[in-house]
Nanobody, 123 residues
């Protein structure tokens, strides 16, 4: 099983960025997907999650109204679209998959994790 994130880069505050996570080795539609992030010295923080067929989406408090999660089951890919970025969004962003999961925002509910992609937002 592989989850490969991409798209992280240096951004200016106020900007827009979309990441992607491509999954292989799993039947993608059987997995709820989520994004978490971790900044230095902090715990993993939930960003967003999405159910298997996109019927429900959940967001961490710090990103509500700014980030949108989506998925394309035909491409085995999940995306967060991130707008109004600020320096507090600086972190390594991780993609995670939960088999037949409910798309919770709890880290322990996820079975597989990617290696992460760095997003840095300068003021």
């Amino acid at each position: 099983v592989q989850l490969v994130e991409s798209g992280g880069r240096l951004m200016q505050a106020g900007g827009y960025l979309s990441l992607s996570c491509v999954a292989s080795g799993i039947t993608f539609s059987r997995y709820a997907m989520a994004w978490f992030r971790q900044s230095p010295g902090n715990e993993h923080e939930p960003v967003a999650s999405i159910t298997r067929f996109t019927d429900k989406k959940y967001y961490g408090d710090s990103v509500k109204g700014r980030f949108t999660i989506s998925r394309d089951n035909s491409k085995n890919t999940v995306y967060p679209q991130m707008s109004s970025l600020n320096p507090e969004d600086t972190a390594v962003y991780y993609c995670a998959a939960a088999h037949l999961g409910s798309a919770s925002l709890r880290i322990n509910d996820y079975d597989y994790w990617g290696q992460g992609t760095q997003v840095t937002v300068s003021s």
